[in-house]
């Protein structure tokens, strides 16, 4: 049998998740040292700007995921969408920037902000996968907390909440330091 080209195996790997893939979990299923599965992607992802292919591979925090080019959005989504994708409503936006400046957060928690119940639009925005339970408070009642998903920033066009606009008012060196931090139990 021919030797791999480690290329190839990328993108057949990455081809077969469809989804965001954590850098690390790749690297223990490639049997690769995590330093080096990084520098493969990096040179995977060069040679396909280099080659003008139709596809990318996105950096999404510290997971990586291929996927068609922007540039083909419309044509890919006329030909695959088989569901008109429904905008996402005011509240639907509000709950998400609480989330993705404060996280993790809990139902609670964006309540008070906003001011409104705010459970269904959680609930809706877990459904559409732009985000997710991030563990439980270490306090009585041990609520849920939620935070930003890859498919969030993958949607937003950011690879990490670090390109997040500043808050008004906010020092713009970090708009997701808050000062405190919270306990997360990860386990249910």
Request: hydrophobic letters at 40%.
């Given at each position: 049998m021919a030797s791999e080209n480690p290329f190839s195996l990328l993108e057949a790997v990455l081809f077969a998740c469809g989804e965001p893939i954590e850098i690390t979990r790749l690297a223990a299923g490639l049997n690769v040292d995590t330093a080096a599965i990084r520098e493969q992607l990096l040179a995977y992802s060069q040679r396909l700007k280099a080659e003008d292919r139709g596809i990318e591979l996105l950096f999404l925090g510290e997971t990586v995921q291929l996927c068609s080019k922007r540039c083909y959005e419309d044509r890919v989504a006329a030909v695959v969408s088989s569901r008109?994708?429904?905008p996402l409503s005011g509240a639907a936006m509000e709950v998400l920037a609480v989330i993705a400046y404060n996280q993790p957060v809990t139902k609670g928690f964006i309540e008070q902000v906003r001011g409104v119940e705010s459970g269904q639009v959680v609930n809706n925005l877990v459904e559409k996968a732009l985000v997710e339970e991030a563990g439980r408070l270490d306090v009585p009642g041990r609520p849920i907390t939620y935070r930003t998903t890859p498919v969030f920033?993958?949607?937003?066009?950011?690879?990490?909440?670090?390109?997040?606009?500043?808050?008004?008012?906010?020092?713009?060196?970090?708009?997701?330091?808050?000062?405190?931090?919270?306990?997360?139990?990860?386990?249910?």
């Amino acid at each position: 049998m021919a030797s791999e080209n480690p290329f190839s195996l990328l993108e057949a790997v990455l081809f077969a998740c469809g989804e965001p893939i954590e850098i690390t979990r790749l690297a223990a299923g490639l049997n690769v040292d995590t330093a080096a599965i990084r520098e493969q992607l990096l040179a995977y992802s060069q040679r396909l700007k280099a080659e003008d292919r139709g596809i990318e591979l996105l950096f999404l925090g510290e997971t990586v995921q291929l996927c068609s080019k922007r540039c083909y959005e419309d044509r890919v989504a006329a030909v695959v969408s088989s569901r008109k994708n429904v905008p996402l409503s005011g509240a639907a936006m509000e709950v998400l920037a609480v989330i993705a400046y404060n996280q993790p957060v809990t139902k609670g928690f964006i309540e008070q902000v906003r001011g409104v119940e705010s459970g269904q639009v959680v609930n809706n925005l877990v459904e559409k996968a732009l985000v997710e339970e991030a563990g439980r408070l270490d306090v009585p009642g041990r609520p849920i907390t939620y935070r930003t998903t890859p498919v969030f920033l993958r949607s937003f066009g950011i690879s990490s909440l670090a390109e997040l606009p500043p808050l008004p008012g906010k020092p713009e060196e970090d708009p997701m330091q808050d000062g405190e931090q919270l306990t997360i139990d990860s386990g249910n």
